[in-house]
C-alpha cells in the first residue's frame, strides 16, 4: 500500500558544507541518511525523520538543519495537518496509534499563569550564598501527636514513629523502567540520585540485582499491575515501595512493552522470556476497590516488615481529592500523584491526549481534601507530570506538594529532545531504546553529571527564590499559598487552587 | 460546628488495638524445633508477629488452629534466618495467604480466600479445600495444590523465566477468566469433582495469554476459551510433566495418580507470544 | 440566560459517593429470631475492609409489639430540639403516632459526633386525594419531604417490624452504642463496615441505606452510577446522598416494588450476560437477556459491587457480572449466611453444611421456608 502521509519533517543539506564524512547516516537509527557510492553524494529520505536533531547535532559541518516539513495541506482549525495524518495512518495500518512522552496539546499551563511571592522592606529577604538554606524533606506518615519522657540522661521519645525517608531536596526522578529506557539510562539515574541524596524510581521493570546495594537506599521500588522483576528481596533492598495505579500520560490503561524492547537484560530482570511482550494489565488484579489496596498496602507492610514507607501513585483524575482521601485511609505513607501533562515511554496518543486532568488543580485539591478531613500528616504527597523548572516545582511545593518527581526534564538532561518516538524503540540518543548500538552512546557517566549539574542549578534557584521570600526551610513554604498569586485565571480556576488573583 | 471543626481524622483499621508481640506469649507454645500457634482472636498483625517470634526461637515445624481469616500468613518469614518453615494450618486462611512467599512452605486445612500465593516467588502452598479469586496471581515460581476448586482469574499473569517455572495444579474447577494474560508456567486444572457431562465452569479461559501452558482434564469447549489460545491434545512429553505434577497433587492429598491418569488431559497453548503486537500503528 | 438555573446544571451536583466496604448478612429461614451477637462477631472478623467511618445494622422481626406500624427511626444532628418539634409537628400532621421514645444508647461508649436518634410507630393519615395512594407511596412521600425539606433531620429507618441502627464508626462500635446484642432479636441481620472516601463523619452517611422495608448493603463503586442515577431520576426517585447505594435502592424499588419483577429477573439487568454468552443461550432464554439489556440498559451496574439486599421473608445477594468483588455464602440448617469473606461466616458458624462462591452475577436468594439458596450452588465453586 502506497503511504499517503506527509513526511513530518524536512533535511535540508547544505551542500557546500557537506564533507560526505557520513556522520550523520551513522547516527541516524531510522535511515533518514544515505551515502550513495555511484553519485557520492548524501541523500536524505524525510519520510522517516522524527526530528531527533542527532544528525544536526553531530554534523561536524553544521551543515544539515531539520525542521518541520513545509508541506501544509490547507489550513484548518478544526481537521489539523495532525488529525488528518492520523487518520491517515490509522486508515493504513488499522492500528491504535502510539506515542511517547507528555501530553504535547495546548491546554492551559497553570504553572505559568501562578507567580510567586518576595520580601520587600516588611520583613527582609535572606541571601542564600551566605546563609543556611534548607531543603531537607521527609517522605511517609507523621504522628498526630509525640510522646516524650524526661529521663535521667534527656528526653526520650516514646511514641512509635512510622517508617520516613529524608531526601536531600525535594526533587526526585519519576519512575522510568529499565525497558522502557537504556541500562545506561537507568543507571544513570541511579548515580545521580546517590549523589544529590535523592531517589530515583525503577517503575516496574525491576532492579537489577548489581545495582541493588550500591544504589537500593536511593530506590523508589514499585510494584505495578505486571509484577515484573517483583520478590521480597526486591522490596527490601529499596527505600520505599510504590504502588502503581495509574500514570498522567494513560491513567486507566496498562502498557505493553513490546516483544523487540524485551532483551537479554530486560527479560532477566523482570523474569520473563526474552522477546515476548511484557504485559501490565490495567488495573492490578488483586486491587478492585479501595480496600483491596488496603490489602496490597498492608501486604507490602508485611513483606518489608513495617520498615519502609508505601507510596501510592495515582494518575490525577475527575475525583482525584476523595481517591486520594480514601489512599491515605487505606494507610498509604505517601500518595503520588502524576497529571496530564505527565510522560510516557509508550501510551496510545489518545489517551494521552484526552484523558486526565492538569496535575496543579490535583493537587490543590488533594491537600486541602486532606487539611478539611485531619489527615494531611498523615501521608506526604509527591506531584509529578511535567515539571520543567524549579519555578514549578516551587509552585507546587507552595501549592501543598512534599516534593516532585521529574522525568521529562531528567531525559532532556540526558539528552532527549522530546521527538515522542519513544516507543519504536530507536531512540537515537540512547535513552529510550534498548539497542546496543544506540544505548552505548548514553555514558552514564556523562549523564549522571548532567543530572546531577540540572539538580545542583536547580537546588540553588529554588533557594534563591526561598531567599527572596525571607524563607530559609522549605517547610515553611509548603502548602504556603499566601506566596503564590494567580494571573489570567477565571474564578473557578482561582477557586480550586486556593490562590488569590494578583493585587488581590 | 462553629468555632473548632470536628474532624474524624484517620484510623488505622488493620493495626488500631494490635498488641505487641511481647503481649502474646500465651498464645504460643515452642518446644525445640516445633511450635503451636493458637490463631483465635488474633489479629492480623499479631499473628504474623507472633510466627516470626517462634521463628526466631527456632520453630521450623509450626501448627496454627483457629485461623479465621487473617492474612499474609507467610509473608513476613521470608528471609529471617535464610531458614524454611513448615506452616500448618487449621481453619480458614485469610486473603493474600502466602504473598510473596519465597520459600516456606504452608498447607491449609480448610478453605483459602482470594489471592493465594499472590506473587509468590519460591515455597509450596497446599490448600485442603477451595481457594478464592486470583490465586497464583504473577505467581514467579514455586507449587500450589489446590485440592478443590478456585474462583475467579486464577493464575493471572503467571510468569516464569528460564529453569524457574511456577506450577500450579487445582483438583476441581475454575470459575471465570482462568489463565488471564498468563505469561509462563504450567497450570494443571484436574476436574476430579465434575459431574460427568458437564463442562469446566470457566469462561474466557486464556484471554491475553502469552506464555506457559494450561492442562485441562474434563470437557472444556471451544466456546469456553479467550481468542489468545487454542487447545490441543498432549504428547508424550505433556503427559510425562502431568504425570509428575498430577503424581506431587495426589501425594500430598492421599489420591490415586493413576486414577487421575485416567482422564483425557489437553492442553491450551497461547497462540502468540505477542497477542497484542499488531493492535498498534507505530 | 433566561430560564436557567444554576442549581439545575449537573455540573453543581455533589459527587457520587466513593467506598468500598465489608459485607454481612444472616437469614432464619425458619423465621426464628436470634440475637446480634452472630452478625457482630463476623463483622469484626473482616474490620480491616472498613476503616471506621462507618457502621450500620438492618435487622428485621424486632418490633413484633408494633408490628403492623411503620417504624420511623429519625436522626436530628446536631441534637437540635427545635428541629424535633418541627419534625413532630410534620409526623402528626401526616399520621397517627402510637408511640415515640428515644432508641436507647450506651452512655459508655463515646463515637463521633453522635445526633440525637428517635423512634416513632406510626400509621398513615391520609387526607383528601393522598388516599389513592397506597400506605406505602404515601409513607416514601412523607418520609422524602422530611429528608429534603427539614435540615438537620434524617430519616434512616421506614420499615415495618425492622429497623436500621447506623452511625460513624466500626460496626461493633455502633452495635455497643445501639446496644444491639442486648436489646434485639431478629430473623434476618444485614451489617455493613463502610470505607468511604466522601462525607466521612455523617451518621446519615453510613449504610445500610433503606427505603421501606427494603434495605441495601453494599460494597464497590459503580462506574454508570451517572447513568443509572439520571435514568431513575426520569422515574421520580431524586437521590439525596449521591452514593451508590442509594441509586441501588431504588432501582430494586423500582424494578422488583413497582414493577414486580423477581429478583431472579433483576439480576440479569444488574449483572447481564456478555453478548457472546447470550449469543450461545437457546431461543427463549436468548430474547429475554437481549430484551432485558435492550430496555434496561440504563440500569446495567458497570463495574465492581457485591450488594446484599433485604426485605421481610427474603435476603439476596449479588455480585457484578464479572465479580470484581467477591460474596461467599453459607449454609447450616435454617441459618443461610452472606459475607464478603468466607472466614467471617467460619468464624461464627464453623460447621457449615456448605459454603460457595457463586458464580458472577448469579444472584443467591435466601427466602423464608425455601432452599432457593442452594440454586446459586450452580456453577459455584
Known amino acids: 500500500m502506497y503511504s499517503y502521509l506527509l513526511p513530518e519533517f524536512a533535511i535540508e543539506r547544505k551542500t557546500e558544507r557537506c564533507i560526505k564524512c557520513r556522520v550523520c547516516e551513522r547516527q541516524c537509527p531510522v535511515g533518514g541518511h544515505k551515502y550513495d557510492p555511484d553519485f557520492d553524494a548524501m541523500l536524505s529520505y524525510e519520510e522517516v525523520c522524527v526530528g531527533c536533531q542527532r544528525c544536526a547535532v553531530f554534523c561536524p559541518t553544521g551543515a544539515l538543519c531539520v525542521q518541520p516539513h513545509q508541506s501544509q495541506y490547507k489550513l484548518n482549525y478544526s481537521w489539523t495537518r495532525e488529525k488528518l495524518q492520523d487518520l491517515k495512518k490509522q486508515a493504513e495500518t488499522g492500528g491504535v496509534i502510539l506515542t511517547g512522552s507528555g501530553n504535547d496539546k495546548p491546554f492551559k499551563v497553570y504553572w505559568d499563569h501562578l507567580v510567586l511571592n518576595a520580601s520587600q522592606v516588611t520583613n527582609p529577604s535572606i541571601d542564600p550564598l551566605r546563609e543556611p538554606m534548607e531543603l531537607k524533606t521527609f517522605l511517609g506518615k507523621k504522628p498526630d501527636s509525640l510522646e516524650i519522657d524526661l529521663s535521667e540522661d534527656g528526653y526520650e521519645i516514646k511514641s512509635e514513629l512510622n517508617p520516613n525517608k529524608m531526601i536531600e531536596l525535594p526533587v526526585a526522578f519519576s519512575a522510568m523502567s529499565y525497558g522502557a529506557i537504556s541500562y545506561q539510562a537507568f543507571l544513570s539515574l541511579a548515580m545521580a540520585a546517590k549523589e544529590m541524596g535523592t531517589l530515583f524510581n525503577t517503575g516496574e521493570g525491576g532492579l537489577p540485582l548489581e545495582m541493588r546495594e550500591k544504589y537500593g537506599k536511593n530506590a523508589v521500588v514499585q510494584c505495578a499491575s505486571g509484577r515484573f522483576g517483583v520478590d521480597s528481596e526486591y522490596f527490601n533492598c529499596a527505600s520505599i515501595v510504590e504502588i502503581k495505579i495509574g500514570q498522567g500520560a494513560k491513567p486507566g490503561i496498562g502498557g505493553h512493552l513490546p516483544g523487540e524492547k524485551v532483551s537479554f537484560n530486560v527479560a532477566r530482570n523482570r523474569m520473563i522470556p526474552e522477546g515476548t511482550d511484557a504485559l501490565s494489565p490495567a488495573p492490578q488484579h488483586d486491587i478492585y476497590s479501595i480496600e483491596d489496596l488496603s490489602m496490597l498496602i498492608y501486604a507490602l507492610k508485611e513483606v518489608t516488615n513495617y520498615t519502609k514507607p508505601i507510596s501510592v501513585k495515582i494518575a490525577a483524575v475527575n475525583h482525584v481529592a476523595a481517591i486520594a482521601s480514601g489512599i491515605v485511609r487505606a494507610g498509604a505513607d505517601i500518595i503520588a500523584i502524576d497529571g496530564i501533562r505527565g510522560g510516557t515511554g509508550s501510551a496510545p496518543k489518545i489517551i494521552r491526549d484526552n484523558v486526565g486532568i492538569p496535575l496543579e488543580l490535583a493537587l490543590a485539591a488533594v491537600d486541602k481534601r486532606l487539611r478539611d478531613e485531619g489527615i494531611r500528616n498523615k501521608c506526604s504527597v509527591i506531584a509529578a507530570g511535567g515539571f520543567r523548572c524549579s519555578g514549578d516545582v516551587l509552585k507546587a511545593i507552595a501549592l501543598g506538594a512534599d516534593a516532585v518527581y521529574i522525568g521529562t526534564a531528567a531525559l532532556v538532561a540526558m539528552g532527549c529532545t522530546l521527538c515522542q518516538k519513544c516507543y519504536t524503540g530507536k531512540c537515537s540518543w540512547g535513552v529510550c531504546t534498548q539497542d546496543p548500538y544506540l544505548s552505548k552512546r548514553l555514558n552514564p557517566e556523562i549523564a549522571s553529571a548532567k543530572l546531577v549539574n540540572m539538580l545542583r542549578s536547580w537546588e540553588h534557584e529554588i533557594k534563591e527564590m526561598l531567599g527572596g521570600m525571607g524563607i530559609n526551610a522549605i517547610e515553611s513554604i509548603r502548602g504556603n499559598r499566601d506566596h503564590l498569586r494567580g494571573v489570567g485565571l477565571e474564578g473557578w480556576e482561582l477557586d480550586v487552587l486556593g490562590v488569590k488573583g494578583a493585587g488581590e | ?282 | 440566560m433566561a430560564g436557567y438555573e444554576r442549581k439545575n446544571s449537573e455540573r453543581y451536583l455533589p459527587d457520587q459517593g466513593r467506598e468500598a466496604c465489608g459485607l454481612f448478612g444472616v437469614m432464619n429461614t425458619s423465621g426464628k429470631r436470634f440475637p446480634g451477637n452472630v452478625a457482630i462477631s463476623a463483622i469484626k472478623n473482616i474490620k480491616v475492609r472498613g476503616n471506621g467511618l462507618g457502621g450500620g445494622f438492618a435487622v428485621y422481626g424486632i418490633y413484633p409489639d408494633y408490628k403492623d406500624y411503620y417504624a420511623l427511626h429519625i436522626m436530628f444532628e446536631n441534637k437540635r430540639r427545635e428541629v424535633k418539634t418541627v419534625v413532630e409537628r410534620y409526623l402528626t400532621e401526616n399520621f397517627n403516632v402510637a408511640y415515640d421514645e428515644q432508641i436507647p444508647t450506651n452512655p459508655q461508649v463515646s463515637l463521633f459526633h453522635p445526633p440525637l436518634v428517635w423512634r416513632y410507630f406510626v400509621t398513615p393519615e391520609k387526607k383528601g386525594d393522598e388516599k389513592d395512594f397506597s400506605d406505602d407511596e404515601f409513607v416514601v412521600d412523607k418520609v422524602m419531604h422530611i429528608n429534603t425539606s427539614i435540615d438537620d433531620a434524617y430519616v434512616f429507618s421506614s420499615g415495618k417490624n425492622m429497623g436500621v441502627f447506623k452511625g460513624v464508626g466500626f460496626p461493633d462500635e455502633i452495635a455497643d452504642y445501639f446496644l444491639l446484642d442486648k436489646l434485639y432479636e431478629g430473623y434476618i441481620w444485614t451489617v455493613h463496615s463502610r470505607f468511604p472516601t466522601n462525607t466521612p463523619g455523617w451518621w446519615g452517611g453510613a449504610h445500610p441505606f433503606s427505603i421501606l422495608d427494603w434495605t441495601v448493603v453494599h460494597n464497590g463503586e459503580i462506574s454508570s452510577y451517572g447513568t443509572n442515577r439520571r435514568f431513575l431520576e426520569m422515574y421520580g426517585y431524586y437521590c439525596t446522598l449521591y452514593t451508590d447505594t442509594e441509586v441501588m435502592a431504588y432501582a430494586v424499588d423500582f424494578l422488583m416494588r413497582r414493577q414486580g419483577l423477581p429478583i431472579e429477573v433483576v439480576s440479569k439487568i444488574f449483572a447481564p450476560p456478555m453478548w457472546d454468552t447470550i449469543d450461545q443461550m437457546r431461543e427463549k432464554e436468548k430474547r429475554l437477556n437481549t430484551t432485558l439489556r435492550m430496555v434496561y440498559g440504563p440500569l446495567l451496574l458497570n463495574g465492581p459491587f457485591t450488594v446484599i439486599v433485604a426485605r421481610h421473608n427474603e435476603m439476596f445477594g449479588i455480585t457484578d457480572r464479572i465479580r470484581l468483588r467477591p460474596i461467599t455464602a453459607g449454609a447450616k440448617d435454617d441459618m443461610v449466611y452472606l459475607s464478603s469473606e468466607e472466614a467471617a461466616i467460619r468464624s461464627v458458624a464453623p460447621d457449615l453444611d456448605f459454603a460457595w462462591t457463586p458464580h458472577g452475577g448469579n444472584p443467591v436468594v435466601v427466602r423464608m421456608n425455601s432452599t432457593d439458596h442452594l440454586l446459586s450452588m450452580d456453577n459455584s465453586i
Open chain 2, 1 to 282: 460546628m462553629a468555632g473548632l471543626a470536628l474532624k474524624v481524622g484517620l484510623r488505622d483499621m488493620f493495626l488500631e488495638g494490635s498488641r505487641h508481640v511481647s503481649e502474646l506469649g500465651g498464645y504460643a507454645t515452642v518446644s525445640g524445633s516445633e511450635a503451636w500457634v493458637d490463631a483465635l482472636n488474633l489479629k492480623h498483625k499479631e499473628l504474623n508477629d507472633l510466627l516470626r517470634e517462634v521463628v526466631s526461637q527456632g520453630a521450623r515445624d509450626i501448627t496454627v488452629k483457629n485461623v479465621f481469616g487473617q492474612r499474609y500468613i507467610g509473608t513476613r518469614l521470608n528471609g529471617i534466618f535464610g531458614c524454611k518453615v513448615n506452616l500448618s494450618i487449621f481453619g480458614t486462611a485469610g486473603n493474600d495467604l502466602g504473598a510473596f512467599l519465597n520459600g516456606q512452605k504452608l498447607t491449609i486445612y480448610g478453605n483459602a480466600q482470594d489471592g493465594v500465593g499472590n506473587t509468590m516467588n519460591e515455597g509450596e502452598i497446599i490448600v485442603h479445600g477451595k481457594a478464592g479469586d486470583v490465586a497464583a496471581m504473577s505467581m514467579r515460581g514455586g507449587k500450589i495444590f489446590i485440592r478443590n476448586n478456585v474462583g475467579y482469574r486464577t493464575a493471572i499473569h503467571m510468569k516464569e523465566y528460564n529453569d524457574k517455572i511456577p506450577v500450579l495444579v487445582i483438583g476441581g474447577t475454575a470459575q471465570d477468566f482462568f489463565g488471564e494474560y498468563m505469561a509462563g508456567g504450567i497450570v494443571i486444572l484436574l476436574g476430579l469433582g465434575l459431574a460427568e457431562g458437564k463442562n469446566h465452569n470457566a469462561n474466557y479461559v486464556g484471554t491475553g495469554m502469552h506464555g506457559g501452558v494450561i492442562f485441562v482434564r474434563g470437557n472444556i469447549e471451544k466456546s469456553q476459551l479467550g481468542k489468545d489460545v487454542g487447545i490441543y491434545a498432549t504428547d508424550d512429553r505433556d503427559m510425562e510433566i502431568v504425570r509428575q505434577y498430577s503424581g506431587e497433587f495426589a501425594q500430598r492429598f492421599g489420591l490415586d495418580t493413576e486414577e487421575i491418569l485416567q482422564g483425557q488431559f489437553r492442553k491450551i497453548l497461547p497462540l502468540s507470544k505477542r497477542p497484542y503486537g499488531s493492535i498498534y500503528a507505530y
